[in-house]
């Protein structure tokens, strides 16, 4: 939420998952955040994961949708089967989801993700 994913990200930027949270082998770029509707936070970020790396299991106080722009990864997310994506595939991530996603091809995996969460909470959280 690569959170790139993914994301990561996305994925992305608000608690762990703010640009400078981001575990090892990920780099999440935030690139623009709005207070809309009310009482959310759109956040739209860039995530990129090294081959090999994950963005380690989390959650996010509201939907993710994202894009694979490069690389491949394995998304798993609470409640479903494991999903390879690869460049054009696109997601979405349940609100409250944990989900993870690994990097898996020989280049670096590079997604675009738009959060929309309650604005009241972190942008992600640690999976219990």
Wanted: glycine residues 10%; negative net charge; hydrophobic residues 40%.
């Amino acid at each position: 939420m690569l959170r790139t994913v993914l994301f990561v990200g996305l994925m992305l930027l608000g608690a762990p998952a703010l640009a400078h949270d981001a575990p090892s082998g990920i780099k999440r770029t935030p690139l623009q955040s709005i207070d809309f509707p009310e009482g959310y936070k759109t956040v739209t970020g860039l995530a990129e994961v090294v081959p090999g790396h994950a963005s380690g299991l989390h959650t996010h106080p509201g939907i993710e949708t994202g894009y694979v722009l490069e690389g491949e990864v394995v998304m798993s997310v609470e409640g479903e089967p494991d999903r390879t994506l690869k460049p054009g595939d696109s997601f979405v991530i349940p609100p409250g989801a944990a989900h993870d996603v690994k990097s898996v091809g020989s280049v670096p995996a590079k997604a675009l993700s738009v959060f929309v969460v309650d604005a009241s909470k972190p942008l992600a959280s640690p999976a219990k």
